[in-house]
C-alpha cells in the first residue's frame, strides 16, 4: 500500500509479503515495503517489532521465509549480501563493523583493496586505496584523514567512516541504516541527519530505523510503523495532519491493562535513597524508592539508566554519591557489598551477566546464595537440590527437573530463574534491568505477577524498561533519565506515553 | 554402564536425566571425560591381546606410579584451567618442591617440616602468580611461562648443578614404598582425587570456581570474590605441583636441578584429555585422573611393545591434538 500521492514516482526497491520467523516465533509477518529513489523512509517501532530483521531480509543477511523482492520490476532472489550488493542494496548496522586498528583508508578498502604489480603477489596499492577513500570522505562532506586509526574516532566520525565506506563500493542505491544516531549525542545526530538529507538528495532510497519520533520527522518523507512483525502504520512525513501521538498510538497499539497486575496500594517508608550519584556519564543523580514501589526508570536506549543501575550496584566505580538502605548509609564497593547490604540484581544481558549458562538451574539459582546455604563452606546437595525445587514450583520455571541447563530453557524460564535465584533470600532493593526483554507475552505476564509479588512483599524494586507499556503498567512513580541525568520524576497519574516521550527525548525537541 | 557410573557423580554440568538409549549415548558423549574412559578402555583392550605382559599386577602397578605424579600435578592444573587460565608453570615447581625438601632433608631438618618447607616453596610461587593474573589482569599464560623461566633457573641455582642426597629414608618410602600391596603415589592420588572431588562437588568454593569459569561476569555480579578465588587456583596448581614434586624427588631417591622438566606439557595434556575445557567452567577431577591413566598406559603400551622412542613421542602428540578435537566438538553446541 504505497502512499496515494507518491503513486506517480518510479519504485526502485518493492518488497512484498515478508516473512520470516525464529524458531517457530514470527518475527516478521507479511511486510510490504516500497522504496523510491531520492526518499527516505523512517521504520519506527519499540524494541522487537521486527525493524531490524525487515532490513536484514532486504540486505541478504537473512533469507526470507517468504515474500519476493523486486528490484527495477525484476524480481530477484536475495538470498546473500552478496547478491544484495549486486543489486546495489547496502546496509550499515547498528553495531559497527569497523576494523579499529586500521585505518580508516584500509578500513573502506578492507576485501577489495587495490593491487599493485603482478596480481597474483596480492601487495595492496597504498597510494591508490589512500586516493580512493579520501574521494569517498569528500563525497560525503568528510574531512577526516585517511591515514588516521579508525579506533581513535569518536563513534560519529566511525559512523561517516561506515557510511563512506559503503557508499565506496559500485553502485549503491539503497543504503539501509539501523540505528545510526541511537548511540550519538544531540549535535552529532543532526549533523547526521543533514548528511542522510543530502545523500538522499543525490537519488538514494535510504531506510532509516530509529525510535526517536522526533528525528523521524525531520530526516524522514515517509514513516512506516511496525509493531510485533507487522506494518501497522503508514505515513506521508510532510503531512501536517500526522502527529506525534498518532504515531505513538500506532507503536503500541495494546491493550495496556489485561497483561499487568492492579497497582499495590502499601507503600512504605523508603528503602534506597540515592543522592549525587555521578561516575561514567551518569551526572548527579537523586532518587528515593519505597518500600513496596515499583520505581520505573525510563529513557532511551544510551540515556545512562543502565549505567546507573551499574554504579549503584558497585560494578562500576562511581565518582561521587551516597547510598542509602533503610536509613543507614551503605558503603558500596562491589557487587559483593552491594549484596551484603540486601540489594539484588537482575542485569539487561541476561545470557551475558545473569547467568551461567553451562551450570544447571539448581546450580545457577544457588549461586549468590551459597555462603548462607552452606556449613563451614560446606554443601548439602540434597537441601539445595529441595530448595531449587521449591523455587522452579513457586516461580513456575517449565523445566524437566533441577538439574537441566540454563540454556536449555527459553528467555522467559531463563529470566524466571534469574528472579528465582536473587530472591531466595531477603533482599530490600531488586533492580531489575529490562526484566522482559526477548520473553514471549506469555512468560511476560508470569514474570510481572513475580516482580509484583516481590513489591507487594515489601521490597523495594528499581525497574529499568525500555518497553512503554511495561513501564507504565508496573511502576507506581517513573524518573525519566536522558544525558545521564535524570530529567523529571512523574507520579502514575502524571506518566503518560507522552509525557515520558517528551521527557526523555527533550534533547531532540530542540532540533 | 560402569563407565557411567564411574563418570556420572563428576559434572555438575552434566544433565542426568536421559531418557532413552539414543540420549543415553549422547550424554556419554557430552561428559567431559568420555574420550578418556573410552580411550583407556580401547587402548588397555588392545595391549591386553598385543602384550602379554600388559594385563599384569606388577606391569599395572608400575603404570599406576608412573602416572600417578602426573595426574596429581594435573588436578591441580585443572583447577586453573577451570577458570580458563593456564599454569605453564608446573614443571619447575615439581623441580622447586623437590630440590627444597632434599635441601631441607639433607640438612637434618624433621621430615615434617621438610615436607612442609617443600609445599610452603611451591604456593609462593602459586601465590606469586594468582596474584600477578588476578590482581592486574594479566595473561595467565605469559606470566606462568615467565615463571617457569624464573623458578627453573632458581632450580638450578640451588643445586648448583649437583644432584642432592641423603634424603631422610622415610621421605623416600612416600615415593618408592608400598601399601597393601600399592605403591604409596598411588595412593596418595587416590586420596587427594577423593578430596578433591568432594571439594569441587561439595563446597562453596568448588560451586565459585565453576561458576567463574562459565561466566565471570554473572559470578561477580552475584558476589562471588572472583579475582580472589582465580588467584587461589593458582596456589592450588603450584600445591599439587609441589606434592607431585616431592613424590618424584622420593621416588628417585635423589633430587636434582633438571627434575620434572618438561612436565607441564604432560600435566596440562592429561587435564585436556580428560575432559576439562580450555573455553572454562568444564570438567572433573575424576576424568583428570583418567586422562593421566590414558598418557600413561600408551606410554606402557609402547614400551612393551617396543616402539621407538621417537614414534613415541609422534603418537602421544596425537593423542593430545584429538584430544583437543573432542573437546571442541563436545563444547561447540554450547558456544
Avoid at chain 1, 37 to 64: D, H, I, R, T
Avoid at chain 1, 266 to 284: A, N, Q, Y
Avoid at chain 2, 39 to 68: G, K
Wanted: with cysteine; charged share 20%; hydrophobic share 45%.
Amino acid at each position: 500500500m504505497p502512499p496515494t500521492d507518491e503513486v506517480a514516482r518510479p519504485e526502485l526497491v518493492r518488497a512484498s509479503g515478508m516473512s520470516i520467523s525464529f524458531g517457530g516465533v514470527p518475527v516478521v509477518d507479511d511486510v510490504d515495503l516500497v522504496l523510491h529513489p531520492g526518499e527516505v523512509v523512517a521504520l519506527l517501532g519499540e524494541n522487537g517489532a521486527g525493524k531490524s530483521s525487515l532490513m536484514k531480509m532486504l540486505a541478504g543477511v537473512y533469507v526470507a521465509d517468504q515474500g519476493t523482492i523486486v528490484v527495477d520490476d525484476k524480481e530477484v532472489a536475495v538470498d546473500s549480501v552478496r547478491r544484495a550488493r549486486e543489486c546495489g542494496i547496502t546496509m550499515i548496522h547498528q553495531e559497527l563493523n569497523l576494523v579499529d586498528n586500521l585505518s580508516i583508508a584500509e578500513n573502506i578498502a578492507l576485501g577489495r583493496e587495490p593491487r599493485r604489480g603482478a596480481k597474483a603477489l596480492g601487495v595492496v596499492d597504498r597510494r591508490e586505496s589512500l586516493r580512493q577513500a579520501a574521494v569517498a570522505l569528500r563525497e560525503i562532506g568528510s574531512h577526516l584523514d585517511p591515514k588516521y586509526q579508525v579506533g581513535k574516532l569518536s563513534l560519529a566520525q566511525q559512523q561517516i567512516v561506515e557510511i563512506a565506506k559503503a557508499l565506496a563500493q559500485d553502485n549503491v542505491r539503497v543504503l539501509l541504516m539501523d540505528e545510526p544516531t541511537s548511540s550519538l549525542p544531540e549535535e552529532q545526530a543532526s549533523d547526521l541527519v543533514d548528511l542522510i538529507l543530502r545523500l538522499r538528495d543525490t537519488g538514494l532510497a535510504i531506510v532509516v530505523t530509529t525510535h526517536r519520533i522526533p528525528e523521524a520527522f525531520s530526516v524522514a518523507d515517509r514513516i512506516v510503523v511496525m509493531r510485533d512483525g507487522s506494518k501497522v502504520a503508514e505515513y506521508d512525513a510532510h503531512d501536517s495532519s500526522v502527529t506525534r501521538d498518532s504515531i505513538v498510538n500506532a507503536m503500541i497499539g495494546r491493550e495496556l491493562t489485561a497483561l499487568f497486575p492492579d497497582k499495590r496500594t502499601k507503600i512504605g517508608p523508603p528503602v534506597l535513597e540515592v543522592t549525587g550519584m555521578s561516575g561514567g556519564f551518569v551526572e548527579d543523580v537523586d532518587l528515593t524508592v519505597r518500600e513496596g514501589e515499583i520505581f520505573g526508570l525510563g529513557g532511551l536506549v544510551g540515556a545512562g539508566r543502565t549505567e546507573f543501575a551499574r554504579l549503584l550496584f558497585g560494578c562500576d566505580k562511581r565518582t561521587s554519591g551516597r547510598v542509602v538502605i533503610d536509613g543507614a548509609e551503605k558503603r558500596i564497593r562491589g557487587p559483593r557489598d552491594a549484596v551484603k547490604a540486601g540489594m539484588g540484581f537482575i542485569p539487561e544481558d541476561r545470557k551475558r551477566e545473569g547467568l551461567v549458562l553451562g551450570l544447571d538451574i539448581e546450580e545457577n539459582y544457588s549461586l549468590p546464595n551459597l555462603p548462607e546455604w552452606s556449613r563451614f563452606g560446606v554443601l548439602s546437595l540434597r537441601s539445595l537440590s529441595r530448595r531449587a525445587q521449591s523455587a522452579i514450583a513457586s516461580y513456575r520455571v517449565r523445566s524437566r527437573s533441577s538439574r537441566q541447563l540454563v540454556r536449555t530453557l527459553s528467555g522467559g524460564n531463563q529470566q524466571k530463574v534469574v528472579l528465582a535465584k536473587w530472591m531466595a533470600t531477603p533482599k530490600r532493593l531488586l533492580i531489575l534491568d529490562e526484566p522482559t526483554r526477548g520473553v514471549d507475552v506469555g512468560a511476560r505476564q508470569e514474570i510481572y505477577r513475580a516482580i509484583d509479588e516481590i513489591a507487594a512483599s515489601g521490597v523495594g524494586v528499581l525497574l529499568i524498561s525500555s518497553d512503554m507499556e511495561e513501564l507504565i503498567g508496573l511502576s507506581d512513580r517513573i524518573g525519566v533519565m536522558a544525558d545521564g541525568r535524570l530529567q523529571g520524576v512523574l507520579n502514575h497519574e502524571q506518566a503518560t506515553q507522552a509525557r515520558i516521550f517528551e521527557l526523555a527525548s527533550k534533547l531532540e525537541e530542540v532540533l | 554402564m560402569t563407565t557411567q557410573k564411574i563418570a556420572a557423580p563428576k559434572g555438575p554440568a552434566f544433565d542426568r536425566t536421559p531418557r532413552s538409549v539414543r540420549s543415553l549415548a549422547s550424554s556419554l558423549f557430552a561428559l567431559p571425560s568420555s574420550g578418556a574412559v573410552v580411550s583407556v578402555l580401547i587402548v588397555s583392550t588392545f595391549l591386553t591381546f598385543a602384550s602379554p605382559q600388559f594385563l599384569t599386577v606388577d606391569n599395572l602397578t608400575l603404570v599406576a606410579r608412573s602416572f600417578s605424579f602426573i595426574a596429581i600435578a594435573a588436578m591441580g592444573q585443572f583447577v586453573v584451567i577451570l577458570t580458563r587460565g593456564i599454569d605453564i608453570s608446573a614443571g619447575s615447581v615439581i623441580g622447586l618442591a623437590g630440590i627444597v625438601t632434599a635441601m631441607l632433608s639433607s640438612a637434618g631438618v624433621p621430615v615434617l617440616l621438610a615436607l612442609l618447607g617443600g609445599l610452603v616453596s611451591a604456593m609462593l610461587v602459586g601465590l606469586l602468580n594468582g596474584w600477578l593474573i588476578a590482581a592486574f589482569g594479566l595473561v595467565s599464560f605469559m606470566v606462568t611461562l615467565g615463571m617457569l623461566n624464573v623458578v627453573r633457573g632458581l632450580d638450578v641455582a640451588l643445586t648448583r648443578g649437583f644432584p642432592i642426597t641423603g634424603i631422610d629414608e622415610s621421605i623416600k618410602e612416600l615415593g618408592q614404598g608400598f601399601t597393601l600391596g600399592l605403591p604409596n603415589p598411588v595412593w596418595i592420588m587416590v586420596i587427594l582425587a577423593a578430596i578433591m572431588w568432594w571439594v569441587m562437588t561439595r563446597t562453596v568454593y568448588g560451586r565459585q570456581l565453576y561458576a567463574i569459569g562459565g561466566n565471570d561476569e554473572a559470578a561477580r555480579l552475584s558476589g562471588v570474590r572472583v579475582r580472589m578465588i582465580t588467584a587461589s587456583a593458582y596456589v592450588l596448581s603450584a600445591l599439587f605441583a609441589g606434592i607431585a614434586g616431592i613424590l618424584l624427588t622420593a621416588r628417585l631417591g635423589v633430587a636434582e636441578a633438571n627434575i620434572g622438566f618438561g612436565y607441564e606439557l604432560d600435566i596440562i595434556a592429561a587435564a585436556v584429555i580428560g575432559g576439562t575445557s580450555f573455553f572454562g567452567g568444564i570438567g572433573s577431577v575424576v576424568g583428570v585422573i583418567w586422562g593421566a591413566a590414558l598418557l600413561g598406559i600408551v606410554r606402557n603400551g609402547m614400551a612393551l611393545l617396543g616402539v621407538d622412542s621417537y614414534w613415541q613421542q609422534i603418537v602421544i602428540g596425537a593423542v593430545i591434538i584429538i584430544a583437543v578435537i573432542i573437546d571442541r566438538l563436545r563444547t561447540r553446541n554450547a558456544h
